[in-house]
């Protein structure tokens, strides 16, 4: 029979047969155990590590799909709506040249509805007149020396207005900007000495 005569797991085991007690050393069993019980925690650290990084990278990855599929649906329509922005141009001309004529309120119905499902889209335009000039929101087709300093690099005219669709541009402004001159720099210009 075989009985565990002591509870300490670090110290030898003595087993008792018959007459003549045998004493085994576990001690070499106990640390190779011991070892290897080691070595399947740290796999298991491991496994547990690698687990929870590729579940955050799938949450994070449905998130990111999540974002880029409400960005493409949020944008999905722009090019269409660029195309109707050259449409809106042509009725705001059409409008100019027929003030106080017969068709004014036609094409002036016509020009609010596209307005309306513009908006419908979340295209809004901006004012650019005045505006610090900004190449994100602007684009410079011309240049006008002006003679205060505070007119530097603002526009100072929109030749055409911008659009946006929610909170991104999707057409520029094209205007006229400010460039001031100080005295220096016109004699540099002007090819005159320095005095």
Known sequence: MTDKKNKNPDE??????GDEFEMKDTQEKFTKLKA??????KKAEEYLSGWQRAKADLINGRREGERDREAAAKFAN???????LDVVDGLEMALASVRGGPH????????????QILRGYGVSPFEAKGARFSPAEHESVAVEEV??????????????????????????ARVKIGHFLSDDDREILSGAPRM
């Open 78 to 84: 722009e090019r269409l709506v660029r195309e109707m």
């Open 147 to 172: 003679n205060d300093e505070a007119q530097d690099d603002t526009v100072l005219e929109e030749l055409q207005k911008g659009y946006r669709m929610h909170d991104k541009v999707i057409r520029p």
């Open 36 to 41: 290897e019980l080691s070595d399947c925690r």
């Open 104 to 115: 004014e309120e036609g094409l002036n119905g016509i020009y609010r509805r596209m307005l």
């Open 12 to 17: 030898l085991e003595i087993i008792e047969s």
